[in-house]
Structures are given as structure tokens and as C-alpha cells.
């Protein structure tokens, strides 16, 4: 089974537009969108939802009124001033604040403080145009994305499984943070996209590093880059110098944006160059991953 995983070192580099376009020119596969906290892949594949899945993860503590002697210790003990004392005596726990570290659930001489798992968001199994497709979304501001990146990974390859599919498709999610290193764990190769930027250049570095780390193979797509064609030259001499396949160099094409508002993928509008150079680099990829 091939895990191919799409990257990128900051947000807005046509990642998620390359991923759907992947996931239309390819074969069997289960796609998986990886970008747990603003996904957006759903917005081009318009997935039904077969499965939806509550995700709780970490624990947050929670004050029984009933049980409350108001004494204070809590809020004097907490570090993260999480503890709210109004004017009627009642002490709260600020959800915002709460860091999770229990010692007010610890250290409460009445032990009317609880700790319940949080409900940080819900995950789904869901069917597209192009197949199936494991994704979720966080709730505004939680935590935990990295554990529920690698729940979305482990279902993901339980379908491919099931369905002896040999194929995962993954959007992941940009920059370098902990979701992204869960995002690798078990990937067969990463397709990079950057932009022909100073700061494309910088990004793109960011995350070859984080590759090599893992020792994970990955290939560089430069996006749009006949917008600045010294820094696509700078890039594709990074390649050329580390070892890193380009796989594709995409022009800047408003048929991009025009497949975006018909919610399609731009290979699936007429012939383009675009077009074309995708569905190249997707014979590069598969090649390189048989």
C-alpha cells in the first residue's frame, strides 16, 4: 500500500487545488484530508457523508456547583488563572484557559471538581465523485490536531484495506507543526508544492529538512512559476543540488480559480497547459512510488 502525501510550507500554494486534481486524474484510491483545523478539500470533492464520528480528546476540568464550598483554592492554585470568582461567589472554569494540567482537580478538598474527556470536534467517512474520502474538522481553537491527523491515517488504511485498495491520496496541512509530523509518520513520498518566492524558497527548504528527517522521499512542484522565473531557476537548482525529482513546473492559469467557483478540479475543465503538466507529474509520481 502507497501512502502519497501532499505538502506544502505555508498556506495558499495551490496544494489543496493539486490534490484534488490528483485525486481526478488517478486510479483507485482513498483520499484522506489531513488538514484537520481549516480543511477545504471538501469544497472541490463535495463529499456525502456515509459515517460521522464525534472526536474527544484531552480532558477539561468542569466546577459542580452543588458541591462548592467556594473556598478558593482552586483558583489560587491554577498557574493559567483558568478560575473565574464573580461577584455572587461562584467559581467557573474559563474553557479558553483551562490547560488540562488537573491540579484543581487534584488538590480540591471537597473533590467536587470533574475532569471530562473534551469534545474537540467529529471526523467522517464520506463518498466523491473520485472515491472514497476520510476527513474532519476540529472545533474553532482545539487542541490535539496531531492525534486526530493520525486517527484520520489509521482509518484511511483500514478502508484501503477492506477495499484492497492500494493507493492513499492525503492532503496534508502547511508548514512544519506537529500535525504535520503526524501527517508523515508511515508516508511513502511527499509531493512539496511551492511558489517561486524568497519566501517559497525558504518554506520549501522547512519541509524538505523535515523529509530528510524522517527520511521520507519527496518531490518538489514549483506552482506558477513563470510569474518569477529567476526564483523558479533558484528552486529547481535546490532540486537538481539535493536530489529532489521536480515534477512539475505549473503555469499561472485563471483556470484555476474558475474550476475552484464551479467547485471542480482544474482537470476536470477543458484541455489546458496546466492540465497537462498535472497529469505528467502524476505519471512521474506514480513511477517513482511502484
Not at 488540562?100 to 471538581?113: A, D, L, N, R
Not at 529538512?209 to 512542484?221: E, K, M, Q, S
Amino acid at each position: 500500500m502507497r501512502e502519497i502525501l501532499v505538502l506544502s510550507g505555508k498556506g495558499g500554494t495551490g496544494k489543496t487545488s493539486l490534490t484534488a486534481a490528483f485525486a481526478h486524474v488517478s486510479g483507485n484510491k482513498i483520499i484522506c484530508d489531513l488538514d484537520v483545523d481549516t480543511p477545504d478539500l471538501h469544497l472541490l470533492l463535495q463529499p456525502t457523508h456515509e459515517r460521522e464520528v464525534q472526536f474527544y480528546a484531552g480532558n477539561e476540568a468542569q466546577i459542580n456547583q452543588a458541591g462548592c464550598i467556594s473556598c478558593g483554592l482552586c483558583k489560587e492554585m491554577c498557574r493559567y488563572n483558568a478560575i473565574r470568582h464573580d461577584d455572587l461567589d461562584v467559581f467557573a472554569v474559563d474553557p479558553i484557559r483551562c490547560e488540562g494540567c488537573k491540579v484543581c482537580v487534584t488538590f480540591c478538598p471537597e473533590e467536587t471538581i470533574s475532569f471530562p474527556e473534551k469534545h474537540c470536534g467529529r471526523w467522517f467517512v464520506s463518498t466523491t465523485r473520485f472515491g472514497t474520502m476520510v476527513h474532519a474538522r476540529l472545533f474553532p481553537g482545539e487542541e490535539n490536531s496531531g492525534r486526530l491527523v493520525a486517527l484520520l491515517k489509521q482509518e484511511a488504511k483500514k478502508l484501503a484495506k477492506e477495499k484492497k485498495i492500494d493507493c492513499i491520496l492525503s492532503d496534508g496541512v502547511p508548514g512544519v507543526g506537529c500535525p504535520v509530523i503526524s501527517s508523515l509518520s508511515g508516508a511513502d513520498f511527499v509531493v512539496i508544492v511551492t511558489e517561486p518566492t524568497p519566501s517559497g524558497r525558504h518554506d520549501l527548504e522547512r519541509v524538505a529538512a523535515l523529509c530528510r528527517h524522517f527520511r521520507t522521499r519527496a518531490g518538489i512542484i514549483i506552482n506558477k512559476f513563470d510569474l518569477n522565473e529567476e526564483q523558479s531557476g533558484n528552486i529547481e537548482d535546490y532540486c537538481r543540488d539535493n536530489g529532489y525529482p521536480l515534477l512539475a513546473k505549473l503555469p499561472h492559469d485563471t483556470l484555476v480559480t474558475e474550476a475552484m467557483v464551479r467547485g471542480l478540479a482544474v482537470t476536470e475543465c477543458e484541455e489546458s497547459a496546466i492540465g497537462t503538466e498535472i497529469r505528467s507529474a502524476w505519471r512521474k509520481i506514480e513511477q517513482l512510488t511502484r
